[in-house]
Structures are given as C-alpha cells and as structure tokens.
C-alpha cells in the first residue's frame, strides 16, 4: 500500500515497514482475538517493534484506523515517536451528539452484515467506492486485491472492532507533533473527521489534500509525499 510513497524517504530515513497480524506475510497464528478485539493491541504491536528495533525520535506514518493505533501507541510511549502523520485518521465513524463521523449507526451495522455475510463480494464492490478515482479503476483493484489477501474471519473481527471504535478522547493526550492529511472528498474520513482530529489535537497541522478517495498514498502519492517532506524539514 505504501509502494509509491515509502520509497522516496529511503535516502534520508531508515524506513521500516510491516504488516499488521492477521495481514499480509504476518504469522496467523499469532492472531489472538482477545488481544485484538481494540486497536490497543495494535498499538501494543507497533510499541514492540520500537522496542525491538531500539528506535526513538520515529516518524509514524499511519493511514485510516492505522492512524488511530498511531495515536494509541504514541500517548502510550511518547519517548518512542518524533511525529505523528496522520492520513485519513478517522477517531469515531459513527455521527454522535453533534460530532460528523460520516455514518449512522445503521449504516455501519448494515456494513458489517454485509461483510460478515459475503465479504470477498463485499471486498469487491467496496473498494472501488472507497478508492474513488473512477477514472484509474486498477487503483480500486489493487485495494480489491489486498483487502482479499486478508483471512475473512481476521478481516470481519478487524472490520467490527475499526467501525465501531471511539478514540476522540484519545486526541487530546496527544503530545507528539502531528501533521493530519485529508483528502478533499473521501467518503470513509469526512473533511469533517479531519478537521475535528487536528482541533482535538494540541498544536497540529491540518493540510487538505488536492485529491479525492480514502487512499491517497495509492491515489495522490506526489502529493503526499511532498507534504510529508515539508513537515518534516
């Protein structure tokens, strides 16, 4: 997901990438759905890999739900993380009280049935609408892709435990510097979503992507990659 993007930081930066337990070439057999069942066992995991590799001053780089385990991990151990970058970061998907998460209850509810119901048929007619740019449909296809790559049953757990977390409460505990990218138009993070992430958390930078769908760094990776840079200079 970050082929586009990750390499254009290799000379300047030790770039180290991994996959989630559950995804990828991760060990199955490590998944335990007591563990995972919060995003505060993904952030366990992200802390390990600090740990293990004796990394500080780290830029954590985290898209979607993974921007909330960002969060997680970096309130956790502060002394670990240099930065925050945010893409995408949705706290809550669920509208609450006044708050814009870009679902109602029902809507959300209705997801997770249909996932749990087919969801290689979900995967399929989800991703394209998640991707958006239409116009570059093999950009869909790739997600399509990955998203299949994925153990279904992993995948429904992942799905119910992301959809239904509520971490803005979690923002404001936040001390590392953050930059929070969103995309213009995205229908999984609202511009609203990103608006109510970078308010929330102290002394934060907001910048509005010139791109649309929930997956910049496959759709907008020039850009991305830019802002990032400047960030971090």
Known sequence: MWHAVAPRFEDEHCVVRFDHVGAGRSDLSAYDKGKYDSLHGYADDV????DDLDLTDA?????SVSAM???LAATKNPARFGALILVGPSPRYINADGYVGGFERADIDALLDSLDANYLGWSASMAPLIMGNSSQPELGEMLTESFCSIDPTIARHFARVTFLSDNRHDLPLVTTPTLVLQSQQDIIAPLEVGQFVHESIPGSVLVVLDATGHC???SAPDELTAEIQAFLR
């Not at 802390?47 to 600090?50: N, R, S, V």
């Open 69 to 71: 385990i960002g969060v």
């Open 216 to 218: 910049p760094n496959l």
């Open 59 to 63: 830029v954590f780089v985290g898209h």
């Open 47 to 50: 802390l390990e890999i600090l």
